[in-house]
């Protein structure tokens, strides 16, 4: 199957273990931010969201992080697993503005 | 399945030749969106619509590039006199509106390979 991790940055990690993924963003208005998972061969698909008047948002195995001082998006999967092994997306907007999406870290779980 | 289908999954197809891809978004979601990701990249927007209308275009959406909506439902993107530079996966996203930030679904995509 075709791959979507060609250069991409590449994290690997142990089952079990705390992976956490960044993503800086540029536009300072950005006020809206989401992660999306994406597996080879299918689209992106959606984890977690956070508005930028919060700073930490909690979902099931996730934590997404927002420092707007520095411009710092993280992306923390407790436990991983090997199904959570794909490419990772962060995206962001501003006002009406639509999604326009960063380059992607490729998250690899060893069993 | 009540998520965003797309059709053809793949499509390869001769230079010069137009292609036309479907998309049929989820059923309630007012917006619906094409995105275009080529390998190591992340997905590039492309146009918009809310119901039928197109209410935004990217500067990479070439005049060789059209995007329907007609009744507000599914949505048509069609490339016309493909070059070897659209080979990418074509996505479709819906999201419900007027929602101001809400976030976006995507389907699995249409793979264009151009030969």
């Known amino acids: 199957g075709e791959s979507v991790g060609l250069h991409l940055p590449t994290l690997s990690v142990q089952e079990g273990d705390n992976s956490i993924i960044n993503c800086a963003y540029s536009n300072s208005a950005s006020d809206y931010f989401i992660w999306y998972k994406q597996e080879s061969g299918k689209g992106p698909q959606f984890i977690i969201d956070?508005?930028?008047?919060?700073d930490k948002r909690q979902g099931q195995r996730v934590t997404v992080l927002l420092n707007k001082t520095v411009k710092h998006l993280s992306l923390q999967i407790a436990a991983t697993q090997p199904g959570d092994s794909a490419v990772y997306f962060c995206a962001e907007s501003s006002g009406y503005s639509t999604l326009t999406f960063g380059k992607g870290t490729m998250l690899l779980v060893s069993p | 399945d009540t998520g965003v289908s797309q059709d053809p999954r793949h499509k390869i197809t001769k230079r010069g030749q137009n292609v036309t891809f479907r998309c049929d978004p989820i059923?309630?979601?007012?917006?619906l969106y094409w995105y275009r990701q080529t390998l190591g990249q992340g997905p590039e927007f492309l146009t918009y619509f809310q119901n039928e209308a197109q209410l935004e275009k990217s500067r990479l959406l070439s005049d060789r590039f059209s995007a329907e909506r007609p009744k507000g439902s599914f949505s048509t993107l069609e490339i016309q006199r493909t070059e070897q530079g659209d080979s990418a996966m074509y996505l479709c996203?819906?999201?419900?509106?007027?929602?101001?930030?809400?976030?976006?679904?995507f389907g699995n995509g249409t793979r264009l390979t151009v030969t």
């Open positions: 996203a819906s999201s419900p509106a007027p929602a101001l930030n809400s976030p976006l679904h």
């Open positions: 956070i508005r930028s008047n919060m």
């Open positions: 059923s309630e979601h007012n917006r």
